[in-house]
């Protein structure tokens, strides 16, 4: 029965992901003395080149190696349909700018791409600091879909920018893209799965009848890699301790390794918000939070094959 609730939607969702319809403020076009008739490729052409002046880029020494590169860029994205996707954060960090709203320097690969530095989407400079934008975009990595005559993007290939906004501002951002695209976005479900740590703390008590200051000196013994805990099975290979202890207790490690991944229970993905081309009803099942908040019922790997995830970090 709980199948059926949600097998309407295998029918109607897309077979990628259709990015958002992007809907340019007018007083841009007016701004940049354009027709509000052209394409989205000739407003971002426009806009990257005010930039250029804006920053002082065409009297480089070295013009022509950022006209070149910015020639490249906007040629693949274009080519991979990404367009839309580079106006989309375009515009929700400019309504930052606008509005001063503290916004990071940018992270990781979107950092390589040119565009996004004259967008003022990030701070740095990718041909100063020879970074390569064919980190955040690959021609040979990126992947369309054809259906009914439709284009998709395999949204797990698609290009990702990871956006740091200041953290007591998120809520007017967040409110600023429901404005923007109604009935289209929604904070996205996050899965909390029982780690290791937990899953021998808790048997260690319950079946191998261990206080709770042993089964907390237990958990110290499993290594913690980079914030993430390491799997039980792993955790043997790594502390000599924690595997003689095992060996000792066969009976609590086994179920300890049979429940762990276990999902626990659910919560909201901290930075998350799906944006989607059609309504989130017609293509994914939804529930609200606590604070009447509209939440999607798939986590951030399913809901990224039918929407664009948009990452508002703290």
Known sequence: MFADKFSKYDKCAPAGVLLPKIKVDKKFYKKLKLSPDIDNLQFLKKLCWESIKEMGINKYPNKDVYYDRAGVELSVLNELGFIDYILLNWDILNYCHENDIPTGPGRGSAAGSLILYLLNVTKVDPIKYNLFFERFVS????????????????????????????????????????????????????????????????????????????????????????????????????????????????????????????????????????????????????QKTKEGELISCYDMNWIAELTVKFDILG
């Open 139 to 286: 021609k040979s990595r990126a992947r369309q879909i054809e259906k009914d005559g439709i284009t998709y993007l395999d949204g797990s290939l698609l290009a990702d920018v990871d956006n740091d906004i200041a953290y007591d501002r998120r809520t007017e951002v967040i409110e600023y893209i429901k404005s923007k695209h109604p009935g289209r976005t929604c904070r996205i479900l996050n899965l909390v799965s029982l780690s290791g740590k937990l899953c021998i703390k808790e048997t260690g008590k319950i079946v191998g009848l261990y206080t709770e200051q042993e089964v907390n000196e237990l958990s110290d013994l499993i290594p913690v890699k980079f914030g993430k805990v390491s799997p039980l099975y792993d955790a043997r290979q790594e502390s000599e301790l924690f595997d003689e202890w095992c060996e000792d207790n066969p009976k609590v490690y086994e179920i300890a390794r049979k429940i762990e991944g276990v999902i626990k229970n659910t919560g909201v993905h901290a930075s998350g918000i799906a944006i989607s081309h059609d309504l989130l009803t017609d293509i994914c099942p939804l």
